[in-house]
Every structure is written in structure tokens, then in C-alpha cells.
């Protein structure tokens, strides 16, 4: 048997691929396996096992490692968190209240010597610029004390200063006393306890929010109209020690019968609150301690 192509041939195995020699060599070979029969010889045929083929690709070749660096986070975007005020107490007065405001805002006016036309609270609140506004601070002192002395009648005055000396009754009173009738002016109130003398004692009067001290937003109308004034009229007129402690945070006050202000009052160390102050906006007015 001849093969005329001179390649190899490649011939299917289970295995793999069988290579069979070129044709001239396959012809060499049948030759020989004839003459080898006729000499009583098995015919031999050899054979190359191979692997099947198989598509290998080479690995592309490796890139070139480069520094990669992160880009920075965008900045944070600045949020501006608008704070909304709390919005002002409502008070409902009643009959009472109403009389009580317009007695006390007829006697400031009357005191100063200066009138307005507006009535109910308003009026009083009125009426206290005027005196903040005009006023040097000692004339201040002396006008409230002049109003509270025509508010309430001498003879009345005298008879509680006499009839109730210095005592824990009588600081226990007061501090009773100005829960009940004068919440229409400072607002809800209560009475908590503080120690006198290493004893416990209700002679605190309480104010979560001060009504006049809301109203005013205004650190020297505080001082100056209600703290101080306040302060000499009940020790010279009651014969009663009182310190009345405003904190201009929270707009409360603590008002402490039978205790000495100090000296160094921090009260007269705050400064004004320039951006919301009444007597500042509405009068220009150097409320400043």
C-alpha cells in the first residue's frame, strides 16, 4: 500500500492522536512486513501516542503594576441647621390678673410721670421701657420702689413687718404667699425647699420661665426693674432678707427668702442680649450693667 502525501497522517484514537511516518516510509515498512510474513513473522507496527491537542494561549503578558492612588472624598457639604426659637408662652389672665397688671402699670406710669395707651400687660411692659429708656439706673431703682410703695399701703406694710419678724414662718409665708398672688407677674410658680441654718425649709419660690424677664428679653430691665428694686423693697418694707437669682439661659429664677444677695452678684456680670433686647431694638437703649 502506497501514500503519495509526504505529511504524516494523524489518525483518531480514543486515546489521543496517532502520528503515522511518511508515506515512503509506510511503504518501507509494508514491505518489510511482507517479507517478514512470509518469513513467518507478525507484522510490527509502531505508533506515537500523543496527548490531544489542545488550543494553549499564552498568558497575556503582565501589565505594568502602577500606583493607584484613592482619590480624596469630596468635601463634606456644610449644612446650616436653622434653630427655630421656641415659640413665646401664652398666658390667659383672668379677672384678677387683669387688675392686679393694670394697678401695677397705672402706678409705674404714675410713678415716672409718663403715660401710654395700652392696656393689659403690654401696658406694664410699656411702661417699664419708658423708665429703661429715660432713666439713669439709680433714678430706675427709685421709681419701682416709689410704684410698690403706692401698690401696697403703708399702714399694711408696717402692721406685716411687726406682726411677723424673721422666722421660718414668716419666710415660709412670704414664699407661699408669692405662689399665689403673683404668678400674673412672673409667671407659674412654685415652692421648693433650701437649707436655712442646717434645717430644710420651703422658702424657695420657683419660676421656670419668667413672664416679665420673656417679655423683655432684656438683661438690664431685669436688674434693674425687678431684681434690685424688688429686693430693697421687701427687706426695707417687710423687714425680710431676699435674693432673687435670675439665670438668663433658661429665662427661670429662684427667689430665696431669708438669704443676703452676695456681694458679687454674677447677675450684675451678664451682658446684654443685644440681638434680641427690647429696650436695645426699640429704643437704642445702653442697657448694659
Not at 516510509?25 to 490531544?52: E, F, H, I, N, Q
Not at 426695707?236 to 427668702?257: K, W
Request: with cysteine; glycine share 6%.
Amino acid at each position: 500500500m502506497e501514500v503519495t502525501t509526504s505529511s504524516s497522517m494523524l489518525l483518531a484514537h480514543g486515546h489521543g492522536v496517532l502520528h503515522l511516518p511518511p508515506a515512503h516510509s509506510l511503504t518501507k515498512r509494508s514491505y518489510d512486513c511482507t517479507s517478514r510474513s512470509k518469513r513467518g513473522l507478525r507484522p510490527t507496527v509502531r505508533a506515537v501516542m500523543a496527548r490531544p491537542h489542545q488550543d494553549v494561549t499564552a498568558p497575556p503578558p503582565p501589565a505594568s503594576r502602577k500606583m493607584v492612588t484613592a482619590a480624596p472624598p469630596p468635601p463634606a457639604r456644610e449644612t446650616t441647621t436653622t434653630v427655630t426659637p421656641p415659640p413665646p408662652t401664652t398666658y390667659r389672665d383672668n379677672w384678677f390678673d387683669k387688675l392686679a397688671i393694670g394697678y401695677l402699670s397705672r402706678n409705674l406710669q404714675e410713678a415716672s410721670g409718663m403715660r401710654n395707651g395700652k392696656d393689659g400687660y403690654e401696658g406694664l411692659i410699656e411702661a417699664a421701657l419708658t423708665i429703661s429708656g429715660l432713666l439713669r439706673v439709680d433714678q430706675q431703682w427709685q421709681t419701682v420702689a416709689t410704684a410698690l410703695e403706692r401698690a401696697f399701703p403703708s399702714y399694711i406694710l408696717t402692721m406685716i413687718k411687726v406682726m411677723m419678724p424673721p422666722s421660718r414662718f414668716s419666710r415660709e409665708y412670704f414664699a407661699a404667699f408669692t405662689t399665689i398672688f403673683f404668678p400674673w407677674l412672673v409667671g407659674p410658680c412654685e415652692v421648693r425647699e433650701s437649707e436655712v441654718d442646717g434645717r430644710k425649709e420651703k422658702n424657695v419660690v420657683y419660676v421656670p420661665k419668667c413672664r416679665f424677664l420673656e417679655s423683655t428679653n432684656c438683661v438690664g430691665m431685669c436688674t434693674n426693674l425687678c431684681k434690685i428694686p424688688c429686693q430693697k423693697f421687701i427687706q426695707g418694707s417687710l423687714g425680710t432678707a431676699v435674693y432673687m437669682s435670675p439665670n438668663f439661659e433658661d429665662m427661670s429664677c429662684e427667689m430665696i427668702f431669708g438669704q443676703q444677695p452676695p456681694e458679687d452678684d454674677p447677675a450684675l456680670k451678664q451682658p446684654c442680649f443685644r440681638t434680641k433686647c427690647i429696650a436695645k431694638q426699640n429704643r437704642q437703649v445702653n442697657c448694659s450693667i
